[in-house]
């Protein structure tokens, strides 16, 4: 799996939607970045990201 992944990919590798992958780039609250207009998301750290939140 690639680190860093467009939107779409994200979502599939994720379980969750365009939108929330989205919205949460635009907020910085999904650790990204941004090359031109394509957000490309860090899996790995979104997903340690949401695990540290679960166990909190």
């Given at each position: 799996?690639?680190?860093?992944?467009k939107i779409a990919?994200?979502?599939?590798?994720?379980?969750?939607?365009?939108?929330y992958l989205r919205?949460?780039?635009?907020?910085?609250?999904?650790?990204?970045?941004?090359?031109?207009?394509?957000?490309?998301?860090?899996?790995?750290?979104?997903?340690?990201?949401?695990?540290?939140?679960?166990?909190?």
């Amino acid at each position: 799996m690639a680190p860093f992944q467009k939107i779409a990919d994200a979502c599939k590798a994720t379980g969750l939607s365009q939108y929330y992958l989205r919205k949460g780039c635009r907020d910085g609250t999904i650790p990204h970045i941004k090359s031109g207009g394509v957000y490309y998301i860090n899996v790995p750290a979104f997903m340690e990201k949401l695990n540290k939140q679960k166990r909190a």
